[in-house]
């Protein structure tokens, strides 16, 4: 069975303390601080460290915990769109300040 994009992610960060972002763009996974942020509604705890080295932005990935139970996909819809619904009234509220919206 082919593995989704998060379990691909999720098997890096348990085969290593740390896991550099080359190696989770070698993976070929287009949106992984997508699937990352998804894993982290899961339950997963993972921790991110940048360092500046010669003027350039290095980025590492560590899974610190893993969540008791998993949240099931109906649960991460709900969260979602929740989520999703904060952000729209956010910008909404936002927007009034501009005069193209009433």
């Known amino acids: 069975m082919k593995q989704t994009q998060h379990e691909k992610i999720l098997s890096l960060l348990k085969s290593k303390h740390e896991v550099g972002l080359p ?15 998804e894993l982290r509604v899961q339950g997963y705890e993972i921790i991110n460290r940048t360092k500046l080295v010669d003027g350039v932005k290095h980025s590492w ?42």
């Not at 949106?31 to 990352?36: E, H, V």
């Not at 991460?76 to 009234?89: D, G, R």
Request: hydrophobic fraction near 40%.
């Open 61 to 102: 990935f560590r899974l610190a915990d893993e969540p008791a139970r998993p949240i099931q996909e109906e649960e991460i819809a709900i969260i979602n769109q929740h989520s999703e619904q904060q952000v729209n009234e956010q910008f909404f509220e936002r927007s009034k300040q501009f005069s193209f919206i009433a």
């Open 23 to 37: 190696e989770i763009l070698g993976l070929g996974i287009a949106q992984y601080n997508a699937r990352i942020k």
